[in-house]
T-cell receptor
Framework: DVKVTQSSRYLVKRTGEKVFLECVQD?????MFWYRQDPGLGLRLIYF???????EKGDIPEGYSVSREKKERFSLILESASTNQTSMYLC???????????FGQGTRLTVV | AQSVTQPDIHITVSEGASLELRCNYS??????LFWYVQSPGQGLQLLLK??????LVQGIKGFEAEFKRSQSSFNLRKPSVHWSDAAEYFC????????????FGKGTKLSVKP
């Protein structure tokens, strides 16, 4: 069974902390994505990566960075967490062309 | 610009009633289309997908969707809703031949009355 695993289901962090959200996939997919989900706004793309060490900005990259050192792992980094980054974060992966995306269970991040 | 519109933010249906969730897309290239479902506090699960061929596609949990190119629509249907179908539903579109990002609608929340 294919799997995308996010390291935490729930996180509570303090304002100003550096936060790491980890995502691992076991499908040997080239493409990985980080989304943020807020009520009424749907899924908004933060960053995606189409290969190791490659990254592309999505729609809302400000305040975030990413790292992809290995094919199976894609990390989202909040350099200095702020309360407006309180949200649900979803990781996804996709194979090559014309395939669906597979999602992790999500990380509910609260910044206090 | 590429976009996906789900006109209904929230729908309530009675258990056993039929369901149709609307999805319209705007995409310059030949699209391929998806419906995902999200239970509270969970990630997204694929219900069905359309790439080519028969415009009526069957998915899991008794759902189906019909691609209508002339109307730029990909509506999701189920003949008889169960209480466990209460969730949020997302329509998504991708470009044929692309491995990039999928564009998602804002979602439709489905409530089911007993």
């Amino acid at each position: 069974d294919v799997k995308v695993t996010q390291s935490s289901r729930y996180l509570v962090k303090r304002t100003g902390e550096k936060v790491f959200l980890e995502c691992v996939q076991d499908m040997d997919h080239e493409n990985m994505f980080w989304y943020r989900q807020d009520p009424g706004l749907g899924l908004r793309l933060i960053y995606f990566s189409y290969d190791v060490k490659m990254k592309e900005k999505g729609d809302i990259p400000e305040g975030y960075s990413v790292s992809r050192e290995k094919k199976e792992r894609f990390s989202l980094i909040l350099e200095s967490a702020s309360t407006n980054q309180t949200s649900m974060y979803l990781c996804a992966s996709r194979g090559n062309m014309n395939t669906e995306a597979f999602f992790g269970q999500g990380t509910r991040l609260t910044v206090v | 610009a590429q976009s996906v519109t789900q006109p209904d933010i929230h729908i309530t249906v009675s258990e056993g009633a039929s369901l149709e969730l609307r999805c319209n897309y705007s995409y310059g290239a030949t699209p391929y289309l998806f419906w995902y479902v999200q239970s509270p506090g969970q990630g997204l699960q694929l219900l069905l997908k359309y790439f080519s061929g028969d415009t009526l596609v069957q998915g899991i949990k008794g759902f189906e969707a019909e691609f209508k190119r002339s109307q730029s629509s990909f509506n999701l249907r189920k003949p008889s809703v169960h209480w466990s179908d209460a969730a949020e539903y997302f329509c998504a579109v991708g470009a044929w031949g692309s491995q990039g990002n999928l564009i998602f609608g804002k979602g439709t929340k489905l409530s089911v009355k007993p």
